[in-house]
């Protein structure tokens, strides 16, 4: 399978805990993407990566998100002391760089539950 | 900021059954904008799109034609089936190109027999 692979698809934690996504974009993409998605809405853009460089970041990206992508290939996003108010879908996609058509490649998302 | 409307829903249609799905947007310059659909289980996959006012995107039956001078981007597709049951989200990119995708809340599409 070549498309944008996510892991764990599931995390369900506790209040407090940290937690870490993990994306594989679409070998040949530079960029990469992470949004996420509450029941009832469309995805919200959190950030997104050419190569290495992290070049936009949301308001939404509280202090307690990290996301980085550290050789350009796979990006991990880290929830830092969890909150009930972060259960949400979390997605990732990429996208080939250049592109000016903003067309981009989802993943299946991580969900998570935040107890 | 950029902004999506799309019409809520759920929609429930019969097979064969016209569908139309209201989008509008709110963007300075000429975004691109798409239709970009989720079936179940399944993640977020692009359905068509349009790049230029009055550009029509086309894709499996569906259609949508960028109206800039209503700002909008409704879809359309003359006879659905059961498989088209999904979720649907218009989104735009803004002007000079696609750094990020701005998405209305979605409308659930369900098609009986």
């Known amino acids: 399978d070549t498309g944008v692979s996510q892991d764990p698809r599931h995390k369900i934690t506790k209040r407090g805990q940290n937690v870490t996504f993990r994306c594989d974009p679409i070998s040949e993409h530079n960029r990469l993407y992470w949004y996420r998605q509450t029941l009832g809405q469309g995805p919200e853009f959190l950030t997104y990566f050419q190569n290495e460089a992290q070049l936009e970041k949301s308001r939404l990206l509280s202090d307690r998100f990290s996301a980085e992508r550290p050789k350009g290939s796979f990006s991990t996003l880290e929830i830092q002391r969890t909150e009930q108010g972060d259960s949400a879908m979390y997605l990732c996609a990429s996208s080939l760089g250049g592109s000016t058509t903003g067309e981009l490649f989802f993943g299946e998302g991580s969900r998570l539950t935040v107890l | 900021g950029d902004s999506v409307t799309q019409m809520e829903g759920p929609v429930t249609l019969s097979e064969e059954a016209f569908l139309t799905i209201n989008c509008t947007y709110t963007a300075t310059g000429y975004p691109s904008l798409f239709w970009y659909v989720q079936y179940p289980g399944e993640g977020l996959q692009l359905l068509l799109k349009?790049?230029?006012?009055?550009d029509k995107g086309s894709n499996k039956g569906f259609e949508a034609t960028y109206r800039k001078e209503t700002t909008s981007f409704h879809l359309e597709k003359g006879s659905v089936q059961v498989s088209d049951s999904a979720v649907y989200f218009c989104a735009l990119s803004p002007s000079g190109g696609g750094n990020k995708l701005t998405f209305g809340t979605g409308t659930q599409l369900k098609v009986e027999l």
């Open positions: 349009a790049t230029k006012a009055d």
